[in-house]
């Protein structure tokens, strides 16, 4: 039965080579938005765009909560709210 099997399950041989790259991807990316120097970089860029006035207290506060609630979040866990995620200025 393994070489029955194997051959009607060769055609979605690259499906499942396509779904491994995508997680491979996903992982890479989670783990690049959690790394410490990518959280630093972006704290620092918030807090310098609210000191240039380029943002509010308001929204500088809310796109430090997103950052905390990112690191926060379990790996492959989707946001909680997608709305609230910070916004280009």
């Known amino acids: ?5 194997a051959i009607v399950s060769l055609p979605l041989a690259p499906v ?3 779904i491994w790259l995508g997680e491979v991807i ?6 690049e938005m959690r790394s410490p ?8 860029e918030i807090e310098a765009a609210a000191e240039a ?3 509010s207290e308001d929204e500088r506060d809310q796109a430090l909560r997103t950052v905390v609630a ?3 979040r ?3 866990a ?3 709210d997608e709305g609230s995620e910070q916004r280009e200025p």
């Open 16 to 18: 499942r080579g396509v």
């Open 74 to 76: 379990p790996l492959g």
């Open 1 to 5: 039965m393994g070489l029955l099997s």
């Open 26 to 31: 996903q992982d890479q990316v989670e783990q």
């Open 53 to 55: 006035g380029n943002i």
């Open 37 to 44: 120097a990518a959280i630093r970089r972006e704290i620092e």
């Open 70 to 72: 990112r690191m926060s």
């Open 78 to 80: 989707a946001p909680a």
